[in-house]
């Protein structure tokens, strides 16, 4: 079971990088162990997405003018990974595809911390948290939440159902 280790949280990557897969459809659902390993290796390494296309065969220069891709990094890895929605605009969607997974680890490891935080005696209460890192990336699902309290045993998950967004940020942040 890849993870990525947080302090003193080690977090499953598997089921994030299965839902952005899902969610956007721009990766092979039979290739979601391939890149939840390379997500393991290359997650603290900045923008992960590159590291991926950049690691492993590189594309003929034939494929990339094929694919214009013009100068851009794509390994035979990832473009055999990508769909045929994906290949539409593969440098941007494999990277978004890795801030997806991103926002859902961090979405995780920041839910634990606050459920850590309200241990036993402590009243467990967490806020909405409804702003997220780009306002680009913030459906009408979440808009609707804002400022709404909820417990942790009432609490949606994120992304809600019929998220809009590409790259969901909305989370909960601890009262």
């Known amino acids: 079971m890849p993870t990525v ?3 003193r949280f080690d977090i ?5 990088v299965k839902e952005a897969i899902d969610a956007l459809q721009y990766v092979k659902t039979d290739c979601a162990y391939w890149l939840t390993e390379e997500v393991a290796k290359w997650f603290f390494h900045g923008k ?5 296309r950049r690691n492993g065969t590189e594309l003929t220069k034939k494929e990339k003018t094929d694919a214009q891709l013009g100068y851009q990094r794509m390994s035979r890895e990832v473009w055999d990974a990508l769909t045929f929605e994906g290949r539409k605009d593969p ?4 990277d ?12 995780e490891k920041n839910e ?10 402590r009243v467990k209460v967490i806020d909405a948290l409804i702003v997220s890192i780009s306002t680009i990336h913030v459906c009408s ?19 809600l159902p019929g998220c809009t967004s590409l790259a969901c940020g909305c ?3 601890g009262r």
């Open 141 to 159: 699902h979440c808009i609707d939440l804002e400022g709404r309290i909820f417990s942790f045993e009432d609490r949606p998950s994120f992304p």
């Open 96 to 107: 978004l595809l890795c801030l997806r997974i991103t926002r859902n680890i961090y979405r």
């Open 91 to 94: 440098v941007n969607r494999f």
């Open 112 to 121: 634990r911390e606050v459920m850590e935080w309200a241990a036993p005696g």
């Open 171 to 173: 989370g909960f942040r």
């Open 5 to 7: 280790s947080f302090g």
């Open 48 to 52: 992960f997405g590159y590291e991926i």
């Open 12 to 16: 499953n990557i598997e089921p994030h």
